[in-house]
């Protein structure tokens, strides 16, 4: 089971990334994903998650209207579409599986189980 997540660099304040977790050893589509974040001295802290009963999503409110979680099945991979990225946005960022089956996903980082590497994301001109 491995989590492999990507797409992170650097990037000026205002402009997008998109991440990618990518799953394999099992499937993606029947677990809670969430995206979680820390910064150098800071705790690690949710960011958004997508659920697995009908892919609720919930984003936190410092990213709520610039972030969106979504999944591809068929990929084996969800993403997280980063717009108009502030300078505070800069951290590690993290996908992890949870396979509580639900309607809501879990803020929790201690609901995970599973979680892949991380992705540097710097947001700096």
């Known amino acids: 089971v491995q989590l492999q997540a990507s797409g992170g660099g650097l990037v000026q304040p205002g402009g997008s990334l998109r991440l990618s977790c990518a799953a394999s050893?099992?499937?993606?589509?029947?677990?809670?994903i969430g995206w979680f974040r820390q910064a150098p001295g800071k705790e690690r802290e949710a960011v958004s998650c997508?659920?697995?009963?009908?892919?609720?999503?919930w984003h936190a409110d410092s990213v709520k209207g610039r972030f969106t979680i979504s999944r591809d099945n068929a990929k084996n991979t969800v993403y997280l579409q980063m717009n108009n990225l502030y300078a505070d946005d800069t951290a590690v960022y993290y996908c992890?599986?949870?396979?509580?089956?639900?309607?809501?996903?879990?803020?929790?980082?201690?609901?995970?189980?599973?979680w892949g590497q991380g992705t540097q994301v710097t947001v700096s001109s």
């Open positions: 992890a599986a949870d396979s509580t089956w639900g309607v809501r996903c879990s803020e929790s980082r201690y609901d995970y189980t599973y």
């Open positions: 050893g099992f499937t993606l589509g029947h677990y809670a």
């Open positions: 997508i659920s697995n009963r009908d892919d609720t999503t």
